[in-house]
């Protein structure tokens, strides 16, 4: 099986991917366990954007978490002494759909970007930010991957939010949005598939400020804010 992310690019799970290299000699994985399936399981945040309904779908994904933490174990323990930069192009896609599914699920729970030292919780293994790790770990560009995977999906809450009659949210995404942009800015990124990426969150910005200018042209973002007041 493969694993596309939020972007529609096809990455291999983590479950099968070594068998490639016969040299690993991987024991059967079960396919349950793939970033895709937790993907699949926060997609339909997208159908019910009201607090209550997020936070049902937070609670479902929660145990998926667990099992693809085993499933990342499961894979690091395969991976021959002094290997990683050998192989790792085999999996880093499916890494970069993991972090993606860690940022996403922190800011839906807490509107905030997540923590290297969260993602290293929620996948149960260490982020590395000098590429100086012997050992399995989840690069920064991979970090970084997963962090330009959630504008996107954040820009198409946006709006299925709008069609939900919440417009108050869409103006909280756009801040995080534009904030996380301008903290990109400031990386110095060589011209690669990250900085092709990167170079694409500017799309994702000018829809949500698309959502967010028929707001208040509507007049609709005054009320959102009297509706959080009387809260």
């Known amino acids: 099986m493969r694993c596309a992310n939020s972007k529609g690019r096809v990455g291999p799970s983590v479950s099968v991917v070594v068998s490639k290299n ?11 366990v793939e970033p ?3 993907a699949a399981q926060l997609n339909n945040v997208h159908s019910t954007t009201t607090e209550t309904g997020i936070a ?22 395969l991976i021959p002494a002094d290997q990683y930069y050998r192989y790792n192009q085999m999996w880093n896609m499916t890494l970069q759909q993991a972090v993606f599914l860690s940022a996403y699920t922190v800011y839906l729970q807490h509107e905030r970007l997540v923590s290297i030292a969260e993602v290293e919780q929620m996948l149960g293994t260490r982020v590395c930010l000098r590429g100086d790790l012997p050992e399995f770990h989840i690069g920064i560009e991979d970090y970084l991957h ?14 299925n ?16 949005v534009g ?9 110095n990124l060589k011209n690669d598939s990250l900085r092709k990426r990167f170079d694409a969150i500017k799309y994702d910005i000018k829809k949500i400020e698309e959502v967010v200018y028929d707001i208040s042209v509507r007049g609709l973002a005054t009320k959102a804010g009297e509706t959080a007041a009387a809260k």
């Open 36 to 38: 895709c399936f937790a």
């Open 161 to 176: 939010c709008v069609t939900a009659g919440d417009f108050a949210r869409p103006l909280r995404i756009s801040k995080f």
């Open 179 to 187: 904030d996380l942009y301008s903290g990109f800015q400031l990386l």
């Open 146 to 159: 997963g962090l330009v995977s959630m504008t996107s999906e954040l820009s198409r809450l946006a709006v």
């Open 22 to 32: 016969p040299s690993f000699r991987p024991a059967p994985c079960s396919k349950k």
């Open 56 to 77: 049902s779908q937070l609670q479902a994904v929660d145990p998926k978490f667990n099992d693809l933490r085993a499933e990342i174990r499961k894979l690091s323990a």
